[in-house]
């Protein structure tokens, strides 16, 4: 390990990818301390038993309930992103011919997503800051009141996703989902407060048995780790033998490989758009509160909730099917495959080999989808379980770390690999 992380720091190039990122991160950060004008925020700060407030502080790293200008987090971001994904596959066509047309194409649907970001943020902060207005948290009433807060929250997103755009491009990892590790992880001391709080301050006395407890919670975190990784590492081989074939004057003979299909191609994607969905209907109804339908929202809606917990599996379910399908593409790979004179044995070339691969893709699928959805849940479970309900630390957070954190891993082992080969010739 330590070797691994020597040679990080020998190589300039990765070096400074690294840098970058951390300075970018430590920039973030700095920024979540910049309240936005015109909040009372010790008003706001006294509404912790909120359980959706609780979630959009979770998962902004503590700026929610700071109302800094990062308050929204990347929320708005993952909802557009989520939304052009859907309207990429038949729904728009303009949208599916960008989606084949390569590089191009793929900046025009980024383009439309920053101003659906942009709407998006406008619509949430607006939202936000008139749920406040309503419950008196804002100092001043009045329309520019209500302006200065509205753009302050959507200049903050704005800034957000260009931070998670240049980490991607000119940092290590996927910008977005960096942001979102760096968020969870910081509420870790919070967390230790709050078990404090409950256990050691409020029961002094039975001080063996809190120890216990904090180990038992510390083994129960420990194994659903171990549980993710395993998954998350877990793959599926299908056999692929090339035939012998001629190209010029060249004779390639025939090899045998495989197809590596991970139990969830999906990573950690699909739980991120579910939370970022089940979020949107909070900020609608927030519009709306004298509406029966928008109290049932909010009644029934609210973050560790039966209803909340059933409908955040069934998402993690659907889109988790939805993203393995969009990543992998059997159609493609099938296509790949016979014009490369690739088959799998015992399978026919063409629409039978895309056949199997929806067949396999699907069976390991089922099995990486309920994974999800149950990992999502087990930890509120551990939690309550433990008297511990008023810390939000649920699955979705656990599974955000540990993928985020692989995806890093492996793409920075992936740039190291790249410098260190030095081929034959040399």
Excluded: C
Excluded at 214 to 226: N, P, Q, S, Y
């Amino acid at each position: 390990m330590w070797q691994t992380i020597a040679n990080l720091w020998r190589l300039k190039h990765l070096r400074g990818r690294i840098l970058f990122t951390l300075m970018v991160i430590a920039l973030y950060r700095i920024g979540t301390y910049f309240p936005v004008p015109g909040m009372n925020t010790a008003a706001l700060s006294g509404t912790q038993n909120n359980a959706f407030f609780n979630l959009m502080n979770m998962f902004s790293g503590g700026a929610f309930y700071r109302f800094s200008i990062f308050a929204m987090s990347v929320t708005p971001y993952i909802t557009a992103s989520i939304i052009m994904q859907l309207l990429q596959y038949g729904v728009v066509p303009r949208f599916e011919e960008w989606q084949k047309e390569g590089e191009s194409g793929r900046q025009k649907i980024t383009q439309v997503t920053r101003y659906l970001t942009v709407v998006l943020g406008l619509l949430q902060a607006a939202g936000l800051t008139y749920e406040f207005t309503r419950s008196g948290l804002l100092y001043s009433n009045t329309l520019w009141s209500y302006a200065v807060v509205v753009v302050a929250l959507t200049a903050g997103d704005t800034l957000l996703m260009w931070f998670g755009e240049m980490i991607t491009e000119k940092g290590v990892g996927n910008g977005i989902s960096i942001i979102i590790f760096t968020n969870i992880i910081s509420q870790f001391g919070q967390i230790g407060q709050e078990i404090a709080a409950n256990w050691f301050t409020a029961h002094p006395g039975s001080l063996f048995l809190n120890i216990l407890k904090v180990l038992l919670l510390f083994a129960g975190i420990v194994v659903i780790f171990v549980m993710i990784v395993f998954v998350q590492q877990a793959e599926r081989k299908i056999p692929v033998q090339y035939a012998k074939r001629v190209v010029g004057r060249t004779v390639y003979s025939g090899q045998q490989t495989h197809i590596p299909l991970k139990v969830n191609a999906a990573g950690v994607i699909p739980v991120i758009f579910a939370m970022s969905l089940l979020i949107l209907p909070s900020t609608i109804a927030s519009y709306f509160t004298k509406y029966t339908w928008a109290q049932a929202i909010e009644r029934y809606l609210y973050p560790n909730s039966p209803w909340f917990i059933a409908a955040e599996i069934v998402l993690i379910i659907l889109f988790t099917f939805f993203y393995t399908h969009v990543q992998l593409n059997p159609q493609q790979m099938a296509e790949q495959l016979q014009k490369n004179a690739g088959y799998i044995p015992g399978i026919r070339p063409g629409k039978d080999t895309e056949d199997y691969i929806v067949r396999v893709v699907n069976r390991i699928t089922v099995f990486g989808s309920l994974f999800l959805g149950v990992i999502s849940v087990l930890p509120f479970l551990l939690l309550s379980g433990m008297n511990l309900q008023n810390v939000y630390f649920g699955g979705t957070s656990l599974l955000i770390i540990v993928g985020v954190a692989l995806q890093t891993m492996q793409q920075m082992e992936g740039q190291m690999l790249q410098r260190h080969y030095r081929g034959f010739i040399r």
